[in-house]
């Protein structure tokens, strides 16, 4: 739905009743077989375009440069990839990079992905010339939702992304400005770090005085440069235990719409939110290869946006998707499950936690998220130590 922008699920006689005008997908038989087919596949993709960008953030899930990777694809592989995934039934996609305002044709991209019935929406760094910034201001009308990735207000934005980047809030600033005057659905990405945590506040009044629509917070992982600087930017123990209510706090003193990164799950059920309030609100934790998937700029498949690669391209998703073994760990959380994850009460809704951060921190990803807090208590109430993070290891079998 376009007002309000939501992605529900209801059969044709609900919406009918609800007052929703009939759309061409209403002329699809209304049979069983139908209704398999259109749901038997991942609601959106998170499709990095390109991984060339000139920021060098130290954090940098993708380890982005300036020149970008070999094999990356074109338009045209793109276009291919997006059909592919409107017959697996994606509702929308979400571009990123790298950083996807440098390509020439990101505004053909998100026409086709409309043509096909998707909805685009972008993550931008908003560091780039006044050339490319125009450009992209002239394609806002074609996405759902821009976010641009503001990690800190001020000084806080180059603690947390590199000392280099002494003007980078100010040039971030500006893309929010100008994308802001184009349209409402404006919003910030902020990647919440140890160095970060302590200014939220000041993220949200930013994003307050400039009338912008959400805050979307994510949990540091360790992909990309992010590796290397994963036990320094991570957050404490502490900082994820505070995390909920801090959010809260600050969501309703500045009245503003706040969205978090399926990882932090487990920091929700820290606080004992009950299950079905959970799952009224569609809080549930590590959905790749289940509700998303991923694509490399080579177009090579992912579970996730932060996981290796698999042996699939996007393009080939629909024998790949079917297949038994599809996506390894991520599909498999429920069978393999370990204590205290298997007889937690939410298991069905954390899912175990992030299988990218327990691969890095445990080596194994099918064991529980070693940031939990209801893991850690676990572990120190029986004496058992906590893992001590190693360099990431895959965490998909390409066989």
Same mark, same amino acid.
């Given at each position: 739905?376009?007002?309000?922008?939501?992605?529900? !699920?209801v059969d044709r006689d609900r919406a009918r009743r609800? %007052?929703?005008?009939?759309?061409?997908?209403?002329?699809?038989?209304?049979?069983?077989?139908? @209704?398999?087919?259109?749901?038997?596949?991942?609601?959106?993709?998170?499709?990095?375009?390109?991984?060339?960008?000139?920021?060098?953030?130290?954090?940098?899930?993708?380890?982005?440069?300036?020149?970008?990777?070999?094999?990356? $694809?074109?338009?045209?592989?793109?276009?291919?990839?997006?059909?592919?995934?409107?017959?697996?039934?994606?509702?929308?996609?979400?571009?990123?990079?790298?950083?996807?305002?440098?390509?020439?044709?990101?505004?053909?991209?998100?026409?086709h992905a409309r043509s096909r019935g998707l909805v685009?929406?972008?993550?931008?760094? %908003?560091?780039?010339?006044?050339?490319?910034?125009?450009?992209?201001?002239? $394609?806002?009308?074609? !996405?759902?939702?821009?976010?641009? @990735?503001?990690?800190?207000?001020?000084?806080?934005? +180059?603690?947390?992304?590199?000392?280099?980047?002494?003007?980078?809030?100010?040039?971030?600033?500006?893309?929010?400005?100008?994308?802001?005057?184009?349209?409402?659905?404006?919003?910030?990405?902020?990647?919440?770090?140890?160095?970060?945590?302590?200014?939220?506040?000041?993220? !949200?009044?930013?994003?307050?005085? *400039? =009338?912008?629509?959400?805050?979307?917070?994510?949990?540091?992982?360790?992909?990309?440069?992010?590796?290397?600087?994963?036990?320094?930017?991570?957050?404490?123990?502490?900082?994820?235990?505070?995390?909920?209510?801090?959010?809260?706090?600050?969501?309703?003193?500045?009245?503003?719409?706040?969205?978090?990164?399926? @990882?932090?799950?487990?920091?929700?059920?820290?606080?004992?939110?009950?299950? =079905?309030?959970?799952?009224?609100?569609?809080?549930?934790?590590? +959905?790749?290869?289940?509700?998303?998937?991923?694509?490399?700029?080579?177009?090579?498949?992912?579970?996730? @946006?932060?996981?290796?690669?698999?042996?699939?391209?996007?393009? +080939?998703?629909?024998?790949?998707?079917?297949?038994?073994?599809?996506?390894?760990?991520?599909? *498999?959380?429920?069978?393999?499950?370990?204590?205290?994850?298997?007889?937690?009460?939410?298991?069905?809704?954390?899912? %175990?936690?992030?299988?990218?951060?327990?691969?890095?921190?445990?080596?194994?990803?099918?064991?529980?998220?070693?940031?939990?807090?209801?893991?850690?208590?676990?572990?120190?109430?029986?004496?058992?130590?906590?893992?001590?993070? *190693?360099?990431?290891?895959?965490?998909?079998?390409?066989?």
């Open positions: 739905m376009e007002r309000p922008r939501a992605l529900v !699920f609800l %007052g929703y005008r009939q759309t061409p997908l209403w002329q699809a038989p209304e049979n069983e077989r139908w @209704s398999e087919e259109l749901l038997s596949g991942p609601l959106e993709a998170h499709l990095q375009l390109t991984n060339r960008c000139d920021a060098g953030c130290q954090g940098c899930y993708t380890g982005a440069t300036p020149t970008g990777a070999a094999g990356e $694809w074109g338009l045209e592989e793109w276009k291919r990839a997006i059909d592919a995934l409107a017959a697996r039934g994606v509702f929308h996609l979400a571009l990123g990079g790298g950083e996807s305002a440098l390509l020439p044709w990101l505004g053909e991209v998100a026409e685009p929406n972008l993550t931008t760094s %908003g560091l780039y010339g006044d050339a490319e910034l125009e450009r992209l201001c002239g $394609w806002v009308p074609l !996405f759902g939702q821009i976010n641009v @990735s503001i990690d800190g207000v001020g000084e806080d934005y +180059a603690r947390v992304r590199g000392q280099h980047l002494t003007d980078g809030f100010e040039r971030a600033d500006r893309a929010v400005v100008a994308l802001r005057k184009r349209s409402k659905h404006i919003g910030i990405n902020c990647v919440v770090t140890r160095e970060s945590f302590d200014g939220l506040g000041r993220v !949200f009044a930013y994003a307050k005085s *400039r =009338k912008l629509r959400e805050v979307e917070l994510l949990r540091f992982k360790p992909s990309g440069r992010g590796i290397k600087t994963y036990e320094a930017l991570r957050c404490t123990d502490a900082q994820h235990r505070a995390l909920v209510p801090t959010v809260l706090k600050l969501a309703r003193k500045h009245r503003l719409r706040v969205r978090l990164d399926c @990882s932090y799950t487990p920091m929700v059920t820290h606080h004992r939110v009950k299950p =079905k309030v959970m799952q009224w609100l569609a809080i549930y934790g590590c +959905a790749g290869g289940d509700l998303l998937v991923g694509a490399k700029a080579s177009g090579m498949l992912t579970a996730c @946006s932060f996981a290796a690669p698999v042996e699939r391209r996007v393009d +080939a998703i629909g024998d790949y998707w079917q297949s038994e073994d599809a996506f390894g760990p991520f599909r *498999r959380w429920r069978e393999a499950a370990a204590e205290p994850c298997n007889t937690c009460e939410y298991l069905t809704l954390c899912r %175990g936690g992030c299988r990218v951060v327990t691969a890095h921190v445990s080596g194994d990803p099918t064991l529980p998220d070693p940031e939990c807090p209801r893991v850690i208590d676990w572990r120190a109430s029986r004496g058992i130590e906590a893992p001590v993070p *190693r360099r990431s290891l895959p965490i998909i079998s390409t066989s």
